[in-house]
């Protein structure tokens, strides 16, 4: 013999109150945020007190909350202002924040194409450095070196006046921010 589950369904009751139940802890939580001046931020049931300045408001209670700060002074209504830039996404429109995020990207691969461009200049550098270190020591060796001013081969002086010169750019080129 097979037994049955049997769900009652005659009890809506019972149901209504578990879904209630259920709901208590979100009417619990608190509805009002806003930084404090030491930088702090108040998560609260209540207003703020009516020395925080409307900018520093970052949470009201509800969905279609005023945007004016029922706790200013004699009651009167502040200025509403647009969301400023650090404003949580959920008071900024959808319009800026995709126009934030498109500039952050555009800022992102900026920034990753002048890194790729300096690691070119890099590279650049520690190969011509790389040569001129061997064209120095071929120079140091009295290898046989082409003179580029009488088209023959260079000569002791002459040699002395390349060797002084590759130092000065090595030193110049390869020491320095490399």
């Known amino acids: ?41 108040v998560f609260s ?29 004699g009651g009167a209504p ?5 969301p400023a830039a650090g404003a949580p996404a959920a008071t900024r429109s959808m319009s800026e924040l995709a126009a934030s995020l498109e500039k952050q990207r555009k800022e992102r691969l900026e920034d990753e ?3 790729a461009d300096a690691a070119t200049q ?12 061997q064209h120095r020591q071929a120079v140091a060796d009295g290898s046989r070196v082409r003179s580029p001013s009488a088209g023959g081969v260079m000569g002791d002086a002459e040699r002395e006046q390349e060797a002084a010169r590759l130092d000065e750019q090595i030193s110049t080129m390869c020491s320095g921010g490399n």
């Not at 502040?78 to 647009?82: C, D, L, S």
């Not at 190969?127 to 270190?133: H, I, V």
Request: aromatic share 4%; hydrophobic share 40%; with cysteine.
């Open 122 to 133: 890099r590279q650049k550098r520690a190969a011509d450095c790389q040569r001129l270190e």
């Open 45 to 73: 049931d209540l207003p703020p007190p009516p020395s925080i300045p409307e900018d520093r408001i970052i949470r009201r209670p509800g969905r279609n909350a005023p945007a004016t700060n029922p706790a200013s002074p």
């Open 1 to 41: 013999m097979t037994s049955r589950i049997h769900w009652n369904f005659r009890r809506p009751a019972g149901a209504l109150a578990v879904a209630l139940a259920a709901l208590l802890p979100m009417t619990a939580q608190a509805q009002w945020a806003w930084k404090e001046s030491n930088g702090s931020t």
């Open 78 to 82: 502040a200025a509403a202002t647009p």
């Open 113 to 115: 194409r002048k890194e």
